[in-house]
């Protein structure tokens, strides 16, 4: 762990701020939940929580399962990260940051189709060659928590509606194992 120099005070209610700059840094916006865990030496440390961390495992499987049938790379994020991911350089995926314009797509609630002009078609990443052919948002209890992700290259067409269905059923199917 690293020290920040910063130092805060309990108030009367048992509450701390945790300073801007941080809140900036580790993306920690209002509402988000954090997770709290103590050591026996008396740390406490507070770790930004994501439902979808707890389904890592099923998500890599439906993920693997979609990559066999679609033949396209299929990735699953949280709100900002790849928790689970398929294809070549997968172990190189995992726990990349998701670009903000695809952050932004997942808020809207809606499914993301690629348009017919590579050019306008969002990333996947900040950095990275790979473009989002289809997206759906991951909604359970209300929240949108992640996003079920196709991913693909300029150069692929936008996915069929079948292709399309398969991506929102995934989604769908992670929802509800996070609100079962």
């Not at 499987?61 to 990735?75: F, I, Q």
């Not at 695809?102 to 990333?123: H, I, N």
């Amino acid at each position: 762990m690293k020290a920040t120099g910063i130092v805060r005070r309990i108030d009367e209610l048992g509450r701390v701020v945790i300073p801007k700059e941080i809140r900036r840094t580790q993306r920690i916006r209002q509402g988000d939940a954090l997770e709290i865990y103590t050591a026996a030496d008396g740390e406490v440390v507070f770790k930004k929580y994501s439902p979808m961390m707890g389904l890592e495992q099923l998500a890599t499987v439906y993920a693997e399962v979609l990559t066999k049938s679609l033949g396209r790379p299929v990735m699953v994020c949280d709100r900002e990260k790849l928790v689970a991911a398929t294809g070549q350089g997968k172990s190189e995926l995992l726990g990349r940051a998701i670009s903000a314009e695809l952050e932004g797509l997942l808020a809207l609630r809606t499914q993301y189709v690629a348009p017919a002009d590579p050019s306008r078609r969002a990333r996947v990443l900040e950095r990275g060659e790979r473009r989002l052919l289809c997206a759906s948002p991951i909604i359970a209890g209300g929240d949108m928590e992640g996003g079920v992700l196709l991913s693909g290259t300029d150069k692929d067409a936008p996915p069929a509606a079948e292709t399309v269905h398969a991506i929102a059923t995934a989604a769908s199917f992670l929802a509800r194992w996070l609100e079962a």
